[in-house]
């Protein structure tokens, strides 16, 4: 593979039971930005995260449509994602 780089669409469990959904290069590290309160704006107030679902994609386009997409589930929705796990290749 000429590009090793894969890209991530991620759902972190915040601490007030919300769900925030998100693009990234670095699940670990983007977990761990979001906990020390510099990751995105809606996760700061809610810390601890914790990362309950993600799935990789070679292509940051891929990446970032299947975010949006999540964005319009319902938080019904986004449970049974969670529940049934990635379909992708995780790390």
């Known amino acids: 593979m000429e590009n090793a780089k894969k890209h991530y669409t991620y759902i972190v469990h915040c601490a007030d039971d919300t769900y ?21 704006k809606y996760t700061r107030t809610r810390t601890p995260v914790e990362l309950v679902y993600h799935e990789e994609f070679d292509t940051k386009e891929e990446a970032m449509s299947r975010e949006y997409a999540i964005k319009q589930l319902s938080r019904k929705q986004k449970e049974q994602l969670i529940a049934r796990g990635a379909n992708h290749e995780g790390i």
Not at 32 to 37: Q, V, Y
């Open 20 to 40: 925030y959904t998100g693009y990234t290069t670095d699940l670990e590290n983007r977990v761990k930005t979001h906990n020390e309160k510099k990751g995105a």
